[in-house]
């Protein structure tokens, strides 16, 4: 892994700042620092558009392989990006579900057809997608889903019913990518299917589902015999784990850069107001904004390391079995540090309607981190499993 930039790094990140500055005016500038962890549901619309825009220059999906659209740069220059974007204060990224998760595992697995039918609209900013993966009895325990897929043969098509939870900007995609289980007699990642469902079609039901913050950037998705083509089923039934799994790598590796982004905006605001209030002075507090600021390194350099020994199939390596732990503390624990900056402030809301202030928000929103996509308890027992390779009976 290298810490360190080329001459050529450099240029590419003139480059990249350049259109920023040059792009984020006008009707978008009310969007700078919009749009992250627990502020989703701001400027769906201008957001959307901005993503466009971003195609339009070049920009989105840069890390895809040429031949698909992509810029093909190199993990350096994706971090470059990253950094560059979080420090124009451009804002959260509506299509990251299909640039990040989607578009690599279609790379990776999907059919010629598949890649031809969808990565052009993730490219161009102008679908969005969003996954299909959790229940209510199949949150961590991802294994247990009960939704179901069976084929029919006189309409040709996947007939899929079941129900999924937690969707983010499930009301904004045009697509999900679901698994569903093809073999009704099959358990835990046996006989599972990866769909890929169109939802603007009756059978799709969205339901918001209102968060403690007040807003509802995630939903419940109802599946009553929605209808899935024959051919946009990702690999074969029963190779739905395989492909989850796949995808899951990707979640844990180049998508990082941009949750980071997000990150580096946070602890730029929280650093701000310490200042402005003086809280800075305090000396316990400049020592935990420090440490926010040292482990958002850590998390930045240990992404570089993931994905410099990626294989290109999205596989998890053992240092990405750290990952989810280690950023949902320290996301918590930023939410902790921004309510002390704030002080009294933490706890006052002006008149009716009620709304929070961002790091109210932020503070919230966190409490969450650490309980999806694999709670802080299921994350240590795979750490004890498969990286320390601990006994059951040994495992925390």
């Known amino acids: 892994m290298k810490l360190q930039f080329s001459p050529e790094d450099e240029q590419f990140r003139a480059e990249i700042a350049t259109w920023l500055a040059d792009n984020l005016v ?17 400027f769906p619309e201008e957001r959307k558009k901005w993503e466009r825009k971003l195609a339009e220059g070049g920009w989105t999906c840069v890390g895809w392989p040429t031949e698909y659209g992509g810029r093909g740069l190199s993990i350096e220059q994706q971090v470059i990006f990253f950094e560059e974007y ?46 299909g993966y959790s229940e209510p009895s199949a949150g961590s325990d991802l294994a247990n889903v009960k939704t179901k897929a069976r084929f029919d043969e006189v309409k040709g098509k996947w007939i899929i019913n079941g129900q999924k939870v937690w969707t983010s900007l499930a009301h904004e995609s045009e697509y999900c990518f679901v698994i569903a289980r093809t073999d009704p007699e099959s358990k835990a990642h046996k006989g599972l299917g990866f769909f890929l469902i169109k939802m ?57 850069l941009g949750q980071q ?43 570089m390391r993931m994905l410099s020994g990626n294989s290109g199939d999205g ?4 240092e990405a079995l750290i990952y989810k732990l ?60 498969r990286g320390l390779g601990m006994p059951k009976e040994l495992r925390p």
């Open 26 to 42: 006008g009707e978008f500038a009310q969007l700078k620092f919009r749009g992250g962890p627990g502020d989703e549901h701001m």
């Open 86 to 131: 979080a420090r124009a204060g451009a804002p959260g990224r509506m299509g990251h579900i299909g640039e990040g998760l989607a578009g690599p595992t279609l790379i990776a697995f999907g059919s010629d057809e598949q890649k031809q039918k969808y990565l052009p609209g993730i490219l161009a900013g102008t679908e969005f997608w969003c996954q």
């Open 200 to 256: 603007d079609q009756p059978n799709v039901t969205v339901r918001p589902i209102e968060q403690i913050t007040g807003t509802s950037e995630f939903n419940e998705v109802f599946f009553d015999d929605a209808e899935c083509d024959a051919d946009d089923i990702v690999g074969e039934p029963g190779d739905g784990w395989k492909v989850a799994m796949g995808l899951l790598g990707y979640e844990r590796g180049v998508s990082t």
């Open 261 to 303: 982004m997000a990150f580096q905006n946070e602890l730029n605001e929280v650093v701000a107001l310490a200042k402005k209030n003086g809280a800075a002075k305090d000396p316990v507090i400049r020592q935990r904004i420090a440490d926010a600021h040292i482990g958002l390194k850590i998390m930045r350099y240990n992404s």
């Open 315 to 318: 596989s998890l390596q053992k």
């Open 326 to 385: 280690y950023w949902a503390t320290w996301h918590r624990n930023l939410g902790e540090l921004a309510m002390d900056i704030l002080g009294a402030e933490a706890d006052i809301l002006l008149d009716a309607p009620y709304e929070l202030s961002r790091l109210q928000s932020l503070f919230l929103f966190t409490r969450s981190d650490t309980i999806y996509g694999g709670t802080n308890q299921i994350q240590r027992n795979i750490i004890a499993e």
